[in-house]
């Protein structure tokens, strides 16, 4: 272990030195392994409802059974009939490496026909992991920013949601949640955009910080580093290591189009082939109209006709065409689609034709 503290004290003396221009740090660009947070759930009653409550028969059958909690048994035909009681799912995120006595912040919905959940309180409530085990109590009164109101006239007005509230730390972790931080012989830094040159550079300045052999590669998203065993000194490690600057990979060409709000976000790598684009618009307008013939009153076995007239109008824009030569780049690009002067639509339709016809060079993706 001497050794690990011997290369930690050299390693913060090499940090200083190391370039910082156009990186980022290890922590703003990876997840340690084991090290994240864990969701819980619960079914629970608000009580405390200015009559905004419910009176559905799961909202009855758990009244019930939290009044016989305390020993309260009510009569089998008896159906308690309460409009301040609310049935609601509270789920909270534990952090990690949160322990009990800790409290967290919870988030209570109702999951019935309440009107409101102003101005309750949440009875004790247990909070269940995905393993069914409980890992924190809550329990306090809401604070719901929504309201609602309702005319004898049956006018509704609602503002927000008031059907849903917080509980700023109402609840207490009663379980900590075992993590894998402290066991084995390696960390494991996992990448949040995964690539094979990132995950290679973040392994280099590793080694050259610490020593070679250090950290390894295990693919285009995990690094796998080793580390002392004692706790205390993979703490001291971990914090040495978020700190080095890594410089990430460029991020694949691609052209980011949402087709419901017309943005379009087109990425520095994107360039084009050899292409020419034209565009142009070709309106057909077709208007029917009717006539009434009618005969001449003279005339022998005349007839009132009805007859149909057609008119057609054919209406061609201007079609401009734009040639582009090898390496275009973004800025290129982006000043042939302003001249064109079309909208979102025409847009998208010109870029999916440049991928079609091969003449993009980058990824497509449509949201």
Not at 252 to 258: K, L, M, P
Not at 290 to 301: H, I, L, R, T, W
Not at 340 to 347: L, R
């Amino acid at each position: 272990m001497t050794m690990f503290r011997s290369i930690a004290m050299f390693a913060l003396l090499m940090l200083s030195a190391l370039p910082v221009a156009q990186a980022e740090r290890i922590k703003d660009i990876t997840k340690v392994q084991g090290v994240r947070d864990n969701q819980i759930v619960g079914y629970g009653l608000v009580v405390g409802l200015p009559g905004t409550g419910e009176q559905t028969k799961y909202t009855a059958q758990s009244f019930r059974t939290m009044l016989s909690n305390f020993g309260i048994t009510l009569d089998s035909g008896t159906s308690p009939k309460v409009k301040n009681v609310a049935a609601v799912a509270v789920h909270a995120t534990m952090p990690a490496f949160v322990k009990p006595g800790q409290t967290l912040d919870v988030t209570v919905s109702s999951v019935g026909s309440a009107e409101s959940l102003r101005g309750g309180t949440l009875l004790q409530t247990f909070l269940k992991g995905v393993d069914g085990k409980v890992y924190a109590i809550a329990q306090g009164n809401l604070s719901v920013s929504g309201f609602s109101a309702t005319g004898l006239d049956g006018s509704n007005v609602v503002q927000d949601t008031p059907t849903a509230g917080r509980i700023p730390s109402g609840a207490i972790v009663e379980r900590a949640i075992e993590s894998p931080f402290s066991q084995g012989d390696h960390l494991t830094f996992n990448l949040d955009q995964p690539d094979f040159t990132t995950a290679m550079r973040v392994s280099e300045a590793i080694n050259e910080l610490v020593g070679p052999r250090t950290a390894m590669p295990l693919d285009a998203a995990s690094i796998k580093v080793l580390a002392p065993r004692d706790v205390s000194q993979r703490v001291a490690f971990l914090s040495l290591l978020e700190e080095v600057q890594v410089e990430p990979a460029d991020v694949t060409a691609r052209v980011v189009v949402n087709a419901r709000t017309g943005t379009i976000v087109i990425g520095k790598n994107v360039t084009l082939l050899p292409a020419a684009i034209t565009h142009g618009g070709l309106t057909v307008t077709i208007a029917e109209t009717q006539q009434v013939s009618q005969a001449n009153p003279f005339a022998q076995g005349g007839e009132t006709v009805v007859t149909n007239q057609s008119v057609i109008d054919v209406n061609e824009e201007d079609a401009r065409m734009f040639k582009f030569d090898p390496g275009t780049s973004l800025d290129d690009l982006v000043r042939a689609i302003n001249a064109i002067g079309v909208g979102p639509s025409d847009v998208l339709a010109i870029l999916e034709a440049l991928k079609e016809a091969g003449a993009l060079r980058g990824d497509l993706i449509i949201i």
